[in-house]
């Protein structure tokens, strides 16, 4: 089906409370952390039988920083009738949080949970209270940092032959407050000397 | 006939120089190719990719050799029996190629001694076809190491 959305602006994320348009059919809510067990608990309990996907952005220098995003899918099955099937419900659940909170795993409700939230402690470093096995899954488990967080210099700790300005987020320039030090006047104009203009 | 023992030892070693089963990445759907009809490595006699380390004389390194994965080719090559090549075959072994960042190794000569290099990304069959080939020549010549596969 094709999306009749618009896509999401660039930008928008960076405030905690407002929500990305929807790309596609998937209905989007953020909940709060101290809210999101329950949440979730809820959401088992209403038939999203299938956790699609679990990921996380890092939104620096944004308050709080990342976000949790789960994908989740309801299959309800119309029971009269075999061939009948319902409309599937996508959903997506956004949750903020900060580097060092406390996130309650999801894993005894959608065992997949398992490996994505391994995945995140990986790669964004943030850990999740009462998961089975809390490890490394990507990295070597005697790595350092977390590669995915926006700081994390694309060479990896100590391996910068040149130094590099950090990221400059299209949304941090716009929010008039470039860690680079630059500013969108400074970046539209080496856009433009770049274009020869 | 006559010829030194030597001699007879490596043309039957340069005649059968078996490699090891390791596809690393994208590289390593070229090394497969290498074996089809098409390109037929077996004219060469190194047409038995070997399971196991310990039945292998040469290591092609195809691919980009991620900072996990590093100890692991380092073990393969270590329980490769001597003498045992090694070929760099790509960009990303040779270099890192494009991925220039924390998760690569940057060139796998930083972690084991490299014979033949092969450039491109990927490079041909042909091309790793005549890196086998200088190997080969390296064992009859009794030579080693760090020649660029060039035409």
Redesign the interface.
């Known amino acids: 089906m094709p999306s009749t959305q618009t896509p999401p602006i660039a930008g928008v994320a960076i405030d905690p409370t407002s929500l990305r348009p929807p790309i596609d059919d998937a209905t989007i809510e953020r909940v709060e952390r101290s809210n999101l067990r329950v949440r979730l608990e809820t959401l088992k309990a209403e038939g999203y039988t299938m956790l699609l996907d679990l990921g996380a952005v890092d939104y620096m220098p944004r308050e709080p920083r990342f976000d949790l995003v789960y994908h989740f899918l309801k299959m309800p099955i119309v029971a009269s009738s075999v061939a009948e099937v319902g409309t599937p419900k996508r959903l997506r659940v956004l949750c903020a949080v900060n580097d060092g909170d406390v996130i309650k795993t999801a894993v005894d409700l959608w065992q997949n949970a398992d490996w994505a939230e391994r995945e995140i402690f990986d790669l964004f470093g943030l850990s999740f209270q009462g998961h089975p096995d809390m490890r490394r899954i ?3 488990y005697d ?1 350092e940092g977390h ?1 995915l967080r926006k700081d ?5 700790p100590g ?1 910068e032959r040149s130094p590099r300005p950090p990221f400059a987020l299209k949304s941090n320039v716009q929010a008039g407050t470039p860690p680079t030090g630059r500013t969108l006047e400074a970046l539209q104009e080496q856009v433009k000397k770049a274009q020869g203009k | 006939m006559l010829a030194r023992l030597d001699d007879v030892a490596r043309w039957a070693q340069s005649s059968s120089v078996w490699p090891l089963t390791m596809g690393l990445a994208c590289c390593a759907i070229e090394m497969m190719t290498v074996t089809s009809a098409e390109y037929d490595i077996a004219r060469l006699g190194s047409e038995v990719f070997r399971s196991s380390p310990r039945q292998a004389d040469l290591m092609i390194v195809s691919g980009r050799v991620a900072q996990k994965m590093a100890p692991v080719v380092k073990r393969l090559f270590d329980q490769m029996a001597d003498p045992k090549w090694v070929i760099s075959m790509g960009a990303c072994a040779s270099s890192g190629g494009v991925f220039d960042n924390y998760a690569i190794v940057q060139g796998v000569d930083t972690i084991i001694p490299v014979d033949v290099y092969v450039p491109g990304c990927p490079p041909t069959p042909d091309g790793l076809l005549y890196a086998v080939n200088l190997i080969q020549q390296q064992i009859r010549e009794g030579g080693r190491g760090g020649i660029l596969a060039r035409a």
């Open positions: 990507q990295m070597p790595w590669p994390y210099p694309l060479r990896g391996n």
